[in-house]
């Protein structure tokens, strides 16, 4: 069974800085193609945030570009986002997303990040 565990949101003021990672487990590494962050805020759809594929090809919503940053390790399985600048828009729940050479999507839970002073 695909597990997907995401930690490290929080509150934080706007200006700083958070990281969040997200383990995939009950998956071979090497079937895993895409990982990424996907985003959802109340009231609105959920958007891309930003995304990485296996060889390491990024790709970031324009609202991010620059304050943000994806990375993946392959040998944990994990993917990684690096938040900075934040502002209080960016407040959502972020999900963790994968993408196998099957096609099959699994999400994980969602991880609260709150931008506020």
């Known amino acids: 069974q695909v597990q997907l565990v995401e930690s490290g949101g929080g509150l934080v003021q706007p200006g700083g800085s958070l990281s969040l990672s997200c383990a995939a487990s009950?998956?071979?590494?090497?079937?895993?193609?895409?990982m990424g962050w996907y985003r959802q805020a109340p009231g609105k759809q959920r958007e891309l945030v930003a995304g990485?594929?296996?060889?390491?090809?990024?790709n970031y919503a324009d609202s991010v570009k620059g304050r943000f940053t994806v990375s993946r390790d392959n040998a944990k399985n994990t993917v990684y986002l690096q938040m900075n600048s934040l502002k209080p828009e960016d407040t959502a729940v972020y999900y963790c997303?994968?993408?196998?050479?099957?096609?099959?999507?699994?999400w994980g839970q969602g991880t609260q990040v709150t931008v506020s002073s």
């Open positions: 997303n994968v993408v196998t050479r099957y096609s099959r999507v699994y």
């Open positions: 009950g998956i071979f590494s090497i079937n895993v193609m895409v």
């Open positions: 990485i594929s296996d060889v390491g090809r990024t």
